[in-house]
């Protein structure tokens, strides 16, 4: 992995790759993923056995990273800026959205446990 400058992510280059404008960005010998679930997918998927062996298997792994990118995003954001300080956040907004999370990991780790 490739870490990279300001200066490269003002670039041409960075542009023709990245329809997005954003990170994180996988170079591949294939062309340029953007966003961590097509990211995830895509390294998953080389091991041949991570994503499902079935339709209902694919399905399942799908309702997972739908779970965590619709119901679990905001909550994670809300947190990292709590912790990071990257945009405001009142100590009680942080406290819940801490709260929320611990839940929302509960479920998830339930769900995914022995998997």
């Known amino acids: 992995m490739q870490c990279v400058d300001e200066d490269f992510l003002k670039s041409a280059d960075f542009k023709a790759m ?12 294939e062309g340029s993923l953007q966003e961590a679930s097509a990211i995830i997918k895509y390294l998953c998927s080389l091991s041949g056995k991570m994503l499902g062996s079935n339709e209902v ?11 965590v990118n619709t119901t679990m995003r905001g909550t994670v954001n809300q947190v990292n800026n709590g912790i990071f300080g990257t945009a405001e956040i009142t100590q009680a907004a942080y406290n819940d959205a801490n709260k929320n999370l611990k839940n929302q990991l509960k479920v998830l780790n339930t769900a995914l446990e022995g998997k």
Request: charged share 20%.
């Open 18 to 29: 990245n329809s997005t404008d954003n990170l994180p960005l996988l170079k591949t010998a």
């Open 57 to 67: 298997e694919r399905s399942l792994v799908d309702q997972w990273f739908a779970y």
